[in-house]
Nanobody
């Protein structure tokens, strides 16, 4: 069973930076699009940023110019560099992969367990 494992969340002051990482467990052959979503209390989960296996990226308007999504295909790891953080960025951040191929199978729509990001002074 493939699982996405996130790390890097925490508490940061406004204007600060954090870097999130996400990697799958198991023997992975390939991953299609990977991305980050977030969910604040009382709000719907929303896309923050996504990156295809070829490196094309997509960002929510609210994070453009502040957040950067990247991936290391050799390590099957996706990163989210978050700069100039604002209190409204406070949320649980979830890693997502739309299709993962292992040496044994192929599956769709994988989610990480979520990591809390809190921006507060």
């Amino acid at each position: 069973q493939v699982q996405l494992v996130e790390s890097g969340g925490g508490l940061v002051q406004p204007g600060g930076s954090l870097r999130l990482s996400c990697a799958p467990s198991g023997s992975i052959f390939s991953i299609n699009t990977m991305g980050w979503y977030r969910q604040a209390p009382g709000k719907q989960r929303e896309l923050v940023a996504a990156i295809t296996s070829g490196g094309s990226t997509n960002y929510a308007d609210s994070v453009k110019g502040r957040f950067t999504v990247s991936r290391d295909n050799a390590k099957n790891t996706v990163y989210l560099q978050m700069n100039s953080l604002k209190p409204e960025d406070t949320a649980v951040y979830y890693c997502h992969a739309d299709r993962i191929t292992t040496t044994m199978s192929m599956g769709y729509n994988y989610w990480g367990q979520g990591t809390q990001v809190t921006v507060s002074s």
